[in-house]
């Protein structure tokens, strides 16, 4: 069974500082990770995407204050976020380009979300 678990959200003032991780499980293979957010009423949006060699993508939002990596060996993808603003107040969720098994074709699997309240 394929798993995707997120965790380090929470509440936090507005300049501070969180760092999200999301652990896949169940997955032979991985294409690429990411971390989007959805707020109520919006749509779910990209904020940061990396590949397995390495590149990474940022929405226009939180470049300069987000940071992506990961390792590739825990199949573990991290969102540093740092000068939180109100604005970045959502559910976080992570993604994985990836396939369960060899025989298996490549498809996106998603986890369940974390919130991230940012307060002034």
């Known amino acids: 069974q394929v798993r995707l678990v997120e965790s380090g959200g929470g509440l936090v003032q507005a300049e501070g500082s969180l760092r999200l991780s999301c652990t896949a499980s169940?997955?032979?293979?991985?294409?690429?990770m990411g971390w989007y957010r959805q707020t109520p009423g919006k749509q779910r949006d990209m904020v940061a995407h990396?590949?397995?060699?390495?590149?990474?993508n940022y929405a226009d939002s939180v470049k300069g204050r987000f940071t992506i990596s990961k390792d590739n060996v825990e199949n573990t993808v991290y969102l540093q976020m740092n000068s939180l603003k109100p604005e970045d107040t959502a559910v976080y969720y992570c993604?994985?380009?990836?396939?369960?098994?060899?025989?298996?074709?490549?498809?996106?699997?998603w986890g369940q979300g974390t919130q991230v309240t940012v307060f002034s």
């Open positions: 993604t994985a380009y990836a396939r369960r098994g060899y025989g298996y074709g490549w498809r996106d699997y």
């Open positions: 990396i590949t397995s060699d390495g590149s990474r």
């Open positions: 169940g997955i032979v293979s991985i294409n690429s």
